[in-house]
Nanobody, 130 residues
């Protein structure tokens, strides 16, 4: 089991920035995929950014972004603190929604598909006004 708690949501004007954090409970898994998703009202949950890490020999750290956020959002993971972050710059009104972090264990690559993630946080609201 992996428990996740998001924080950092809020309201901001278009063009502004926010940083989201997701604290994960201690994980026994050395290979993790973590990702950020967004769900806007009336829309499906969409993957925004994911990161795949593998510890130890041959360590791997790669990321994947949705086209809609590429160049504006940056995902990162602090392995020591087991924390996932999402730095969001140049925010737009269409970035409004509930943001969720998610974890998939024993994965092989970063993925933006919501169907492969087993553990989810409770979500944090982000509102961008024009």
């Amino acid at each position: 089991q992996v428990q996740l708690v998001e924080s950092g949501g809020g309201s901001v004007q278009a063009g502004g920035s926010l940083r989201l954090s997701c604290a994960a409970s201690r994980s026994p898994y050395s290979t993790l995929c973590m990702a950020w998703f967004r769900q806007a009202p009336g829309k499906e949950r969409e993957g925004l950014a994911s990161i795949f890490t593998r510890d130890g020999v041959g360590a791997v750290n790669n990321t994947r972004y949705a086209d809609s956020v590429k160049g504006r959002f940056t995902v990162s993971k602090d392995n020591a603190k087991n924390t996932l972050s999402l730095q969001m710059n140049s925010l737009k009104p269409e970035d409004t929604g509930i943001y969720y972090c998610a974890v998939r264990v024993n994965c092989l690559s970063a993925s933006l598909s919501r169907y492969v993630y087993a553990y989810w946080g409770q979500g944090t609201q982000v509102t961008v006004s024009s």
